[in-house]
């Protein structure tokens, strides 16, 4: 296999459309050859239409290859498109299986997509809180943004685990800092509150002006509320720590 094209084509893939399709023709003959990453590569190609055009069949094709040999984030790739009922009929039964697949192999979409799955007990899966938190916990643990905010909710709640305000607090911490925005609502709130954590309005009032500046309306609400009790000079203080916390969050994902 030809590893360093099929990482440019795969960095091509994530970062946009620069794919040419040159790239594209020399990956799908390692495809055809076998090859189980070339196979994920060009079925993501064909699912985001980036390299080759837009095609959820041959997409569907070519995670089907890779996912048969054992290809974790082909089988995640694949459970999606049975999710949704792209190229594929929607099928929830077989989008689990094939989540359940990957998430073995500690692909941490595949744990999220099955927490989530649980959690909200849909396609396919009865509502169970046990088993979403012990898939959310295993995305979490892998730095999963989604995931650790859904710990910290679950914590907070005592949703299949026992209630714990200081847990929900760290988790939701874990998600903010790599820019989650509901996880920087539930942090800002916990501050507000004073639960899990001592209550700071700077700390309040920082986390709920960044998620309220995304659109995020419990945030605006609560933000709106807090300033009511904050002098001039409190904001601006607000403000500067919300400034840093932006720029702390940029340069981690810069780095990472």
């Given at each position: 296999m030809?590893a360093s094209?099929?990482?440019?084509?795969?960095?091509?893939?994530?970062?946009?459309?620069?794919?040419?399709?040159?790239?594209?023709?020399?990956?799908?003959?390692?495809?055809?050859?076998?090859?189980?990453?070339?196979q994920n590569?060009?079925?993501k190609?064909?699912f985001?239409?980036?390299?080759?055009p837009?095609?959820?069949?041959k997409?569907?094709?070519?995670?089907r290859?890779?996912?048969?040999q054992?290809?974790?984030k082909?089988?995640n790739?694949?459970?999606?498109?049975?999710?949704?009922?792209?190229?594929?009929?929607k099928?929830?039964?077989?989008?689990?299986?094939?989540?359940?697949?990957?998430a073995?192999?500690?692909d941490?979409?595949?744990?999220?997509?099955?927490?989530?799955?649980?959690?909200?007990?849909?396609?396919?899966?009865?509502?169970?809180?046990?088993?979403?938190?012990k898939?959310?916990s295993k995305a979490?643990a892998?730095g999963?943004?989604?995931?650790?905010?859904?710990?910290?909710v679950?914590?907070?709640?005592?949703?299949?685990?026992?209630?714990?305000?200081?847990?929900?607090v760290?988790?939701?911490?874990?998600?903010?800092e790599q820019?989650?925005?509901?996880?920087?609502?539930?942090?800002?709130?916990?501050?507000?509150?004073?639960?899990?954590?001592?209550?700071?309005?700077?700390?309040?009032?920082?986390?709920?002006?960044?998620?309220?500046?995304?659109?995020?309306?419990?945030?605006q609400?609560?933000?709106?509320?807090l300033?009511?009790?904050?002098?001039?000079?409190?904001?601006?203080?607000?403000?500067?720590?919300?400034?840093?916390?932006r720029?702390r969050?940029?340069?981690?994902?810069?780095?990472?």
């Amino acid at each position: 296999m030809n590893a360093s094209l099929l990482r440019w084509f795969l960095l091509a893939l994530a970062f946009g459309p620069l794919a040419a399709a040159g790239d594209f023709e020399q990956v799908k003959a390692l495809a055809e050859k076998g090859d189980a990453d070339a196979q994920n590569a060009v079925g993501k190609a064909y699912f985001n239409g980036e390299g080759a055009p837009r095609d959820y069949l041959k997409a569907a094709e070519f995670f089907r290859k890779a996912a048969s040999q054992g290809n974790g984030k082909a089988q995640n790739n694949l459970g999606l498109l049975y999710a949704n009922g792209l190229g594929v009929a929607k099928d929830e039964a077989e989008a689990v299986k094939w989540y359940r697949e990957a998430a073995g192999q500690g692909d941490a979409g595949a744990e999220r997509a099955l927490g989530e799955l649980y959690y909200f007990g849909d396609e396919g899966v009865g509502r169970d809180y046990a088993e979403a938190f012990k898939w959310l916990s295993k995305a979490g643990a892998h730095g999963n943004a989604w995931s650790e905010n859904a710990l910290g909710v679950m914590f907070q709640h005592g949703l299949g685990v026992k209630q714990d305000e200081k847990e929900a607090v760290e988790w939701f911490r874990k998600a903010a800092e790599q820019g989650e925005v509901k996880a920087q609502s539930n942090l800002g709130q916990m501050y507000a509150q004073g639960s899990g954590v001592e209550r700071d309005k700077m700390q309040a009032y920082a986390w709920l002006s960044m998620a309220a500046g995304k659109g995020e309306i419990t945030a605006q609400k609560y933000l709106a509320d807090l300033r009511r009790f904050l002098t001039d000079a409190e904001i601006a203080q607000g403000r500067r720590m919300a400034a840093e916390y932006r720029g702390r969050i940029q340069r981690s994902g810069e780095a990472r």
